[in-house]
């Protein structure tokens, strides 16, 4: 089970941080990837995280920071500079390592959280 927090509401250009934790203990032989999704939209693919390295959608590169702590038992998503379009349910999701093709396609993730609430105000 992965849960998420961090969500809340936050001005234009300031900064937020998210957090997925796992009911397994932690994220080892997994990739990770942060979603989200706004009403009446399909689920977007953000940043993930796997062996590989980090990756990101074009509109959050520079912006958003994909990481874990050092025993990977919480993955977290540093949202800087955040923009009204950053608004929406933002989920963490995963995948067994070696088991997708990209971490990015909501498709591949097998194991998703509930969402935590993001609202940027101008």
């Known amino acids: 089970q992965l849960v998420e927090s961090g969500g809340g509401l936050v001005h234009a250009g300031g900064s937020l941080r998210l957090s997925c934790s796992s009911s397994?203990?932690?994220?080892?032989?997994?990739?990770i990837g942060w979603f989200r999704q706004v009403p009446g939209k399909n689920r977007e693919g953000v940043s993930c995280?796997?062996?590989?390295?980090?990756e990101y959608i074009d509109s959050v590169k520079g912006r958003l920071i994909i990481g874990s702590d050092d025993d990977w038992k919480t993955v977290y998503l540093q949202m800087n500079n955040v923009k009204p379009e950053d608004t929406a349910v933002y989920y963490c999701?995963?995948?067994?390592?070696?088991?997708?093709?990209?971490?990015?396609?909501?498709?591949?993730?097998?194991?998703w959280g509930k969402g935590t609430q993001v609202n940027v105000s101008l």
């Open positions: 999701a995963t995948v067994v390592e070696d088991d997708y093709n990209d971490c990015l396609w909501a498709e591949e993730m097998d194991s």
């Open positions: 397994e203990g932690t994220f080892d032989d997994y990739a």
């Open positions: 995280i796997s062996t590989s390295g980090p």
